[in-house]
Nanobody, 125 residues
């Protein structure tokens, strides 16, 4: 599968944004897909993921209440909806996919062999 992330940009604190990740093939029931982000000078951190079945979603504690992950199976597209953006959300956001069942490692970036190119979100205060 190939992934292409989009939707980033320069936004103001408090704004909302939806990131998209278009997959080259169906991910429903085939791939665990997730979002990670990497701020300048920092490691790539887990943000959110959705299981292969779509029945389970996972969020980093730091984004609960503001971020939501969803998948449109008809469009083979993964979304990350963000509200109440903060300057500390500034990062390159990556989508990733894994064809196995990785529940125990779903927050570990090393479990995902396939990555999109990333989309930059810059939040100004």
């Amino acid at each position: 599968v190939q992934l292409q992330a989009s939707g980033g940009g320069l936004v103001q604190a408090g704004d909302s944004l939806t990131l998209s990740c278009a997959a080259s093939e169906r991910t429903a029931n085939r791939y665990t897909v997730g979002w990670f982000r990497q701020a300048p000078g920092k490691e790539r951190d887990f943000v959110a993921a959705i299981s292969r079945s779509g029945g389970y979603t996972y969020l980093a504690d730091s984004v609960k209440g503001r971020f939501a992950i969803s998948r449109d199976n008809a469009k083979n597209t993964l979304y990350l909806q963000i509200i109440s953006l903060k300057p500390e959300d500034t990062a390159v956001y990556y989508c990733a996919a894994e064809s196995g069942v990785i529940t125990s490692r779903i927050r570990d970036s090393r479990a995902y062999p396939t990555w999109g190119q990333g989309t930059l979100v810059t939040v100004s205060s």
